[in-house]
């Protein structure tokens, strides 16, 4: 088994039952969530003019391999009414592979670790909830967090379960 990180994210529609639905539906999927973070109620970023977002993220474990994995996340996200239209804009369900363990890619398909989840506060912080010392690039996602909230405006609302 290999663990890895998932970010989740939705701005359109019944988001925190979308969210749910994702964690119920993973495990047919051969994706086991080990433990889930807080969920947040975020600024966007990138494309502001839209509705702020729900957030979280999930440690899980996997026979599958990266690519894998990811596919299945993408064909969860078209089943669960994923549009795709504006780049950053808005979203039924957005899950991103953050974090996949010893492995690392760059293609057009994945990119491992996830390029820009350094930057976002409502990816590190709920990662922080579960595993505060987890490192992205030189960084915890502790630090990260405190000084991406001088920036991004983003609430928690709850620990998990949500
Ligand atoms: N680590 C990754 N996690 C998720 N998708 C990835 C990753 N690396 C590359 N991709 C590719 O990115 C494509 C577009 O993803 P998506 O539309 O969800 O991007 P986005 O969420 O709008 O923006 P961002 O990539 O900045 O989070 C997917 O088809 C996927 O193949
Ligand atoms: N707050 C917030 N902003 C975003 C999000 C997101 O999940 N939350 N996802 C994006 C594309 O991945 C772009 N911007």
């Known amino acids: 088994m290999k663990k890895a990180i998932i970010a989740l994210g939705g701005n359109q529609g019944p988001v925190r039952e979308n969210l749910q639905r994702v964690l119920m539906a ?48 993408l064909q969860l996200e078209t089943e669960l009414g994923r549009v795709r239209q504006l780049r950053w804009g808005p979203r039924t369900i957005d899950l991103d592979l953050i974090w996949y363990e010893g492995e690392e890619r760059q293609t057009d398909f994945l990119q491992l670790p996830h390029p820009r989840a350094e930057g976002r506060a409502f990816v590190v912080l709920p990662i922080a909830d579960f595993w505060p010392d987890f490192r992205l690039g030189t960084c915890t996602v502790t630090e990260l967090g405190k000084a991406l909230v001088k920036s991004q405006k983003i609430k928690k609302i709850t620990n998990y379960p949500w």
């Open 26 to 73: 993973l495990p047919e999927l051969g994706i086991e969530p080990v433990v889930v973070g807080g969920l947040y109620l975020t600024e966007p970023v990138g494309y502001t003019e839209q509705d702020w977002f729900y957030n979280s993220a999930a440690l899980v474990q996997t026979e599958l391999s990266p690519e894998e994995l990811l596919a299945r996340l």
